[in-house]
């Protein structure tokens, strides 16, 4: 899966492929937020000019309504390990895995005009299901940003939001989204569209509430742990979490981490909750 607005580089099959095979992981998911294009393709060859890969890591609560969910932000962009690195967050713009996620983990029907929670109910679900995300070590395709060359044209891309006949239908499908994944304990269960969630809920492999324990993010108070990054860029998740990759190649055996997330640096860990508008997430989609 990825962004329309994306070019791919030459023999990117092949790359993509072996990436996903050195996890030696069935239910790795190679995903990230992709770089942009400009001066990333060599004209000629097809080839990738950038030595360096985004990783995901960077994600905070923000508002929607009266609800709040986790939003991933720019992500950081360093030099590759040499092997595709472990991620606790999942990308639309980009994903690849065996063909098993997508039917494991659909898209859901009953959560019409939703944009700003997708990539945290997708990862959620595909968490408890029990895939694990990793960041490609190569990039093998790049991002149309509105910017640069590309703003004009992009700047007339129209947004799902002018369509009028759906107005509304998002603040149902927001507490049918955060509810399925436990992010609104707050929210009372029986204000929201409980339809088919054997097939669009959660797995029953591990739990929301690991994910949240591990990662550090408390669904309560809306606050996540600074500095999760740090953790995510140097490597230190990936060689902690690899550990414990099941014999038969089947994911990550989280009920043999005990582990929780902490800020190292101060005792002031939570992040604050920030305000959400479309027009702050859109500026260089």
């Known amino acids: 899966q990825s962004d329309a607005h994306v070019t791919y580089v030459k023999d990117w099959?092949?790359?993509?492929?072996?990436?996903?095979?050195?996890?030696?992981?069935?239910m790795a998911v190679l995903t990230t937020y992709l770089s942009d294009v400009l001066g990333a393709i060599d004209d000629e060859t097809g080839e990738s000019l950038i030595h360096t890969r985004p990783i995901m890591c960077n994600s905070h609560f923000v508002e929607e309504g009266n609800e709040y969910a986790l939003e991933h932000q720019q992500?950081?962009?360093?030099?590759?390990?040499?092997?595709?690195?472990?991620?606790?967050?999942?990308?639309?713009?980009?994903?690849?895995?065996?063909?098993?996620?997508?039917?494991?983990v659909p898209y859901d029907l009953y959560e019409p005009m939703i944009f700003q929670g997708e990539e945290?109910?997708?990862g959620i679900r595909g968490f408890t299901v029990g895939y694990d995300y990793y960041a490609p070590d190569r990039s093998v395709c790049f991002h149309h940003?509105?910017?640069?060359?590309?703003?004009?044209?992009?700047?007339?891309?129209?947004?799902?939001?002018?369509?009028?006949?759906?107005?509304?239908?998002?603040?149902?499908?927001?507490?049918?989204?955060?509810?399925?994944?436990?992010?609104?304990?707050e929210t009372n269960r029986s204000t929201w569209n409980h339809a088919e969630e054997d097939v669009y809920g959660i797995g029953g492999v591990?739990?929301?509430?690991?994910?949240?324990?591990?990662?550090?993010?408390?669904?309560?108070?809306?606050?996540s742990e600074f500095r999760l990054?740090?953790?995510?860029?140097?490597g230190r998740m990936h060689k902690k979490f690899t550990k414990h990759l099941r014999s038969d190649g089947m994911g990550i055996d989280y009920n043999t981490i005990h582990f929780r997330f902490k800020n190292p640096r101060t005792p002031e860990r939570q992040r604050q909750r920030q305000p959400w508008s479309y027009e702050n997430r859109w500026t260089n989609e």
């Not at 099959?13 to 069935?26: A, F």
């Not at 703003?151 to 129209?158: D, F, G, I, L, Y």
């Open 13 to 26: 099959d092949v790359s993509i492929i072996e990436q996903h095979e050195s996890t030696g992981n069935e």
């Open 75 to 104: 992500e950081p962009e360093g030099k590759p390990s040499g092997t595709p690195q472990m991620e606790p967050f999942w990308a639309a713009g980009f994903s690849f895995s065996r063909g098993h996620f997508n039917v494991n």
């Open 120 to 122: 945290i109910s997708m």
């Open 145 to 185: 940003y509105k910017q640069g060359k590309n703003r004009e044209a992009r700047s007339k891309v129209t947004k799902f939001t002018e369509n009028r006949e759906f107005d509304g239908k998002d603040v149902l499908a927001i507490k049918r989204l955060l509810g399925i994944i436990e992010m609104n304990p």
């Open 206 to 223: 591990r739990t929301p509430a690991k994910f949240y324990n591990v990662f550090g993010m408390n669904v309560v108070e809306k606050t």
């Open 229 to 234: 990054c740090r953790f995510v860029e140097s």
